[in-house]
């Protein structure tokens, strides 16, 4: 494997950040760990800087990523006086949801920070860099460029390489995406190195679940199909209505692309309000974004997803012999 | 997550390795990516000292393995002129098969390096580290001081790195158990940087499964229970009769242990000829080797596993109860 670069923030987004007093950062709806990490982790770097950073996400921390220190700083609420806003993890604005007023905030600098190939670029400086394993990542360059040379090597607190080895883990799901290179593994051994704790981050990323979840794991497969190289799964409503309001079986789509016998997998879940969310993964040299894109989802080529009406295995039905070209 | 101290071979080893001509190096039974890439790495670096080692199983390199370079040079028929054998990830004589023919190399130096704290020293000579991740961790630090000395620091050619890494991502699942430190990360961006292939050694070690095996997973899904922290599942003959030959639900009990309402997992496997095999995990704290060892079998406080005569109901039954105190 080469020698990755490393990557290098945009002088712009430098400029925008070094200028800001009060920052409002916003990471995606439903968060995940690069959205929670790459917030968390900028927003320690801006506070160390002597700014005065707003954390912000519509939606709360999922209990698996509440072990993360200062979570309770992270807020839904309006905030006053900012001055610059940083889109985080998001690759348009309808991911910001209702945090980013965008009446009050549009005369604002918006910089978006982003390693999603679909961005739209909407705000006023980006750094998208789909090279990138997940935002994070770039948040560590962000930090390395900024904070190094006001307060040494040292800069990277535990805390700090706490944030971004979890965006990086659930990105990669754990170095399992091929985004994982030789770049990654070192940072990734200085995160550990700095006190990161990886089996704890890797067991309430990817290894924690409900029992539920895992019935729901159990019903599911009994629908298990493969059409010519595409495997596929329905999860209708009957099936949830025992298990308190879950809806997702979530991870199970990264699992059936493990199948030798398939180069796509597909979960199609029938959600409470009637519409089917479909998630879609792809071996390299496939390309499952644009079709997700085409229904009016996104993602990346490997992995993507949309939400579609129609009944569920109709949808199914459709939409792999769809796949199966893509 | 302080820094642990490199794994030092012990000088007994060195020379009985030193003084081979022709080893007879021997992985376990049932060949896992640890067992086969620690025999060829081993291999490997006593070939480029001028040693003419035979690499030995009993069990033929499982399909997911044969990604491997040179796995043609693993055998199971008997070797001439040995001067020393060498025990590989195998806790007692019992995993080496019968490639390892006691009366006929009684005589011979018998190095056993193993990882496991089960192991039975039941050799002349013994590197026995529980604190290694893998055996093919201790196989690099083997290279190091014996290979390094003699070529250079570019010792650890490109094949080298792709056979410890197989190792240490088998036997860490990816990373994900306790065994897993900033020494071992640090080897790991090292491994990757000389250019073993991760996400492939991933895919084929930890995300390659058929499609028959997800279907039986569904089907012993079906089965989970959870008694008081003890989550279980049986997998019966009648469940496998359409899915030509497959035995076990490989890698399930780690899933099952992800539940958050558990801090056992367990597999009742009902085998062909009768007997159960019984697979258990563990969540650090907890200690399931003492009841697999009572019953006959062996592994780690969070990884260990039997099998025992009855009927699988019953003894999923009987064993939940005694896990609970585990």
Chains 1, 2 share one sequence.
Not at 43 to 54: E, M, N, Q, T, V
Not at 295 to 302: A, I, Q, T, W, Y
Request: aromatic share 6%.
């Amino acid at each position: 494997m080469s020698a990755e670069a490393p990557l290098r923030p945009p002088a712009a987004l430098l400029d925008i950040l070094n200028g800001a007093r009060r920052p409002l950062l916003i990471a995606h709806l439903s968060p995940d760990g690069d959205a929670i990490g790459s917030l968390l982790a900028l927003g320690g770097i801006l506070y160390r800087l002597g700014k005065d950073p707003i954390l912000s996400c519509q939606d709360p921390v999922p209990p698996n990523l509440q072990f993360l220190p200062h979570t309770d700083r992270i807020t839904a609420a309006p905030a006053d006086e900012v001055d610059v806003v940083v889109a985080l993890d998001s690759s348009d604005p309808s991911r910001l949801g209702d945090v980013y007023q965008r009446g009050r905030y549009s005369r604002l600098p918006l910089a978006v920070i982003d390693h999603h190939v679909t961005n739209t670029l909407f705000g006023t400086v980006h750094w998208v860099e789909p090279a990138a394993c997940a935002t994070a990542e770039m948040v560590y360059y962000l930090g390395e460029t900024l904070l190094a040379p006001e307060v040494g090597p040292d800069w990277m607190a535990n805390e700090l390489a706490t944030y971004i080895l979890t965006g990086i883990v659930t990105d990669t799901r754990g170095f399992r995406t091929n985004s994982t290179n030789a770049r990654v593994m070192a940072l990734v051994a200085r995160l550990v190195a700095a006190g990161a704790p990886l089996t704890t981050i890797t067991d309430q990323v990817l290894e924690t679940r409900t029992f539920d979840l895992i019935r729901l794991w159990g019903r599911v497969l009994q629908t298990v199909r493969l059409d010519e190289g595409v495997i596929s799964v329905v999860n209708t409503q009957a099936m949830r209505k025992d298990l308190g309001g879950l809806v997702r079986p979530e991870s199970l789509v990264s699992f059936l692309l493990g199948a030798q016998e398939a180069y796509i997998a597909a979960v199609f879940t029938e959600l409470p309000d009637g519409p089917v969310e479909c998630s879609f993964r792809a071996r390299p040299g496939h390309d499952v974004s644009r079709l997700a894109l085409e229904l009016g989802g996104g993602g990346h080529p490997l992995a993507a997803g949309c939400t579609v009406k129609g009944e569920v295995e109709e949808v199914r039905h459709t939409l792999v012999e769809r796949l199966r070209q893509c």
